[in-house]
């Protein structure tokens, strides 16, 4: 892409982003500023592409420590901000079925070639369960 | 591998950027804020599959453990930190990601023969260092490891001179020259450039840091997404730059401060210093009966939680509090100031875990004019809020910020640890007001005497 066409995207980008935030009420500022903290992890992106193109050890090693932090930014942004608006959503009804989501933490760090992914799935993976639940009803109501 | 076309490329990476656009619209409102949420894991999720499915990358199966170790690390954490600690862990978060796109810039250096896209990798490693550094600074005076007061030396804004002009030559050479060494001159002075910029800042004004990094880290990953040429990067650090930009402000003018008073409002003569000494003038305190006959005959009460609600983890007692005396025919609210607690929006979480009804919690605006025909206040484990210095004294910190007005109300009653000011170090002059009683103690076991008595009534 050409220099005017990433200018042409940026620019926009940044209306869209004003736009998209600036009605929100003080309520939701919290989850708001976590769910924001959650979507620039996708530097993960960026670290594996860096990684993946490393040759010499120690670019590989700094690389990968790259990977890990943007993983923890990605993954724990995401799970921190469910987690957060699980409360706000998690009312009354059937008294919480202990954590729906607490399966998802066994499932990331089992290691393995897989292990990435699905724990990468555990923000929405987190979510979907406790849709049928009582968070659909009471959540929507409010 | 490249099992996928460049366009197959562009068009996931299209849709994940449009799932991150519906993330931050879904989260801006109550109802859809989770599925938003979700939405934007998934986007996060196809963007990550698309890389490895797309680029031509060496190392797999390192990259997947790197990623099991970040997902190892995060996900426990993220489950298990309690609601008092998630200001931490949110700039924590923050930082760490600020740090991953400085290390990424550092090492697309050698990459990078074109001045423009070295200009990108100076900003990136400049902005991420200053990132990751102020974010450590934050967590350290969330978590107390450092005090929560403006830590000023002399001659720090010379300091802090010194670093800016030393970063700007060093970048200027980057971009000359391309050179490693400057490169890694220009990440320690981002480095000192962070800690230089939050420690001068107020304990009260860290929610706003924390927001102000988070933007920050946001234009840091849409400059290294110019570095790398992935519109994804561009999009979501551009669209996370814009939106905590607006964030910020909403969050600063909530406190009747402008983002740059607080930035170096402590540089200007200690403004958000305040006192550390224990006022020895004379307060009226009170037992838990007493609160609780004020309470249970009560037509009308007004909770106002701050962070000492939060450190004693008494939402739930609270909560019980409130439902007790609305089983009497109280008619009970919660008002929630914008910026209490450490974190806006804090309590609203903290009480909504505590499952206290949206319908009973009341904005600052709203809830303002109706303390003139409320019986009692109870204020819990809040001060800074109340303090009606932020509308009397124009010296004071806080002044201009806006208060819950608690003083129209025909009685006030504080439940505080101590005499000991609040965060931001200022004395509250409602607390010598004689229409004020205090009941000193931790907020829960406080809160947790109250209720007994209530319902021994």
Redesign the interface.
Known sequence: ?G?VA?LT??VL??????E????????????????????????????????????DPW??G???????????????????????????????QTRKPAQP??A??GA??????A???S??????GG??PRKGTS?GVT??A? | MSLLSSEWTALLYLL?AVC??L???G?????T??????????G??V???T??LS?????????????????????????R?Q?TQ?PQ??AL??G??G???A??A???LGHSGDP?VRLAVVFTMLVGAVSFAGSAVTVAKLQELISARPLLFPGMPWVMGAVILGAVVSGVLVVLTGAVGWSLALLGLGLAAGLLLVLPVGGADVPIV??LL?AF??L???A????????????????????????TK??AS?MGRGVAGIMFGAFKGGSTAGSTAVSDRPVRSSSPEDVAVQLGYAQRVVIVPGYGLAVAQGQHTVAELATALADRGVDVVFA?H?VAGR????M??LL??A?V???S?R?LAEVNPEFANTDIVLVVGANDVVNPAAKSSPGSPIYGMPILEVVQAQQVVFLKRSMRPGFAGIENELLHDPKTTLLFGDAKDSLARVLGAVKAL
């Open positions: 892409m220099p990433l995207v940026v980008a940044v209306f869209v982003g004003f998209v935030v600036s009605k929100v009420t003080s309520k939701l500022h919290t989850p708001l500023m976590s769910g924001a903290n959650a979507i620039h992890g996708i530097i993960l992106v960026g670290a594996i592409i860096v990684a993946g193109q490393a040759g670019v590989l700094i690389a990968l420590l790259a990977v890990v932090l943007a993983t923890v930014n990605l993954v724990g942004g995401f799970v921190v901000t469910d987690r957060m608006l699980e409360m706000f959503s998690g009312h009354r989501g607490g998802q933490p990331g760090p089992a290691g393995g070639s292990a990435g992914e724990a990468d799935r555990a923000g929405p979510a979907h968070g959540g929507e409010r | 994940a991150f656009i993330a931050l619209k989260l801006s409102s109550p109802k804020a989770r599925r938003g949420n979700a939405i934007g894991a998934a996060a999720l963007a990550v599959v890389v490895f680029a031509r990358l060496e190392n797999i199966p390192l990259i997947l453990a790197a990623i099991a170790v970040g997902s190892a690390i995060a996900v426990p954490v993220a489950r930190v609601m998630m862990l949110v978060f923050n760490v990601g740090g991953a796109a290390l990424v550092v090492l697309e423009w924390i927001s988070n880290t946001g840091a990953v849409a290294s997404g110019v570095v790398l040429g992935n519109v994804l990067l561009l999009v979501a650090g551009t669209l996370v730059g814009a939106s905590g930009t607006i964030l909403v969050m909530a929630i914008p974190m806006p929006g804090h609203n979480v909504a875990e499952d009804p949206y319908e919690l904005e």
